[in-house]
């Protein structure tokens, strides 16, 4: 029984020691860690209501409008000016890559769950400055604002 107390004492001192000494060589880590966390903080796509988002596509030079949905609900109607990349397509990843990653992504679809994913994939392709519409066209149309067919 003593030695399977002192066993444990021993192991409790030895894992303190271990902590305390990782603690300390890793401190200089701890500043690189926040900074990464700050990078990708940035990188979150902002959610924008219909009205913010027709605003902001009317007062934003050089935008990039991306309708992801198919080119069968893109034909059916569509935002004034959207390009057409089809988030379910083969060469979606292929399409993006030749945008701008320095400009700003205007994303739409129907209702926005297709474009929440493509937000989230621009994210990891480098994008840093990426609009999606809350509520997709559906919402765009509910506040009747402007569309091309």
């Known amino acids: 029984m003593k030695k399977v107390s002192w066993i444990i ?5 030895l894992l303190v020691v ?3 000494d990782a603690k300390e060589k890793d401190s200089t880590l701890e500043t690189e860690t926040v900074t990464e966390v700050e990078i990708v903080q940035l990188q979150k796509p902002i959610l ?15 935008i990039q409008l991306i309708d992801v949905r198919t080119p069968e609900e893109y034909s059916e109607g569509r935002l004034t000016g959207a390009k057409n990349i089809n988030i379910n ?3 979606f990843a292929k399409q993006i890559e030749a945008l701008d990653k320095e400009k700003p992504v205007y994303l739409y679809c129907r209702s926005g769950g297709r474009s929440g994913r493509a937000a989230k994939l621009l994210v990891d392709m480098g994008f840093t400055q990426i609009y999606d519409l809350d509520g997709g ?4 149309m509910e506040k009747e604002l402007p569309t091309e067919e």
């Open 9 to 13: 004492s021993l192991t409790i001192v």
């Open 18 to 20: 271990a902590c305390k």
């Open 48 to 62: 924008l209501s219909p009205n913010e988002f027709q605003k902001q596509i009317g007062n934003t030079s050089e």
């Open 89 to 91: 397509s083969e060469d």
């Open 137 to 140: 066209i559906t919402a765009w």
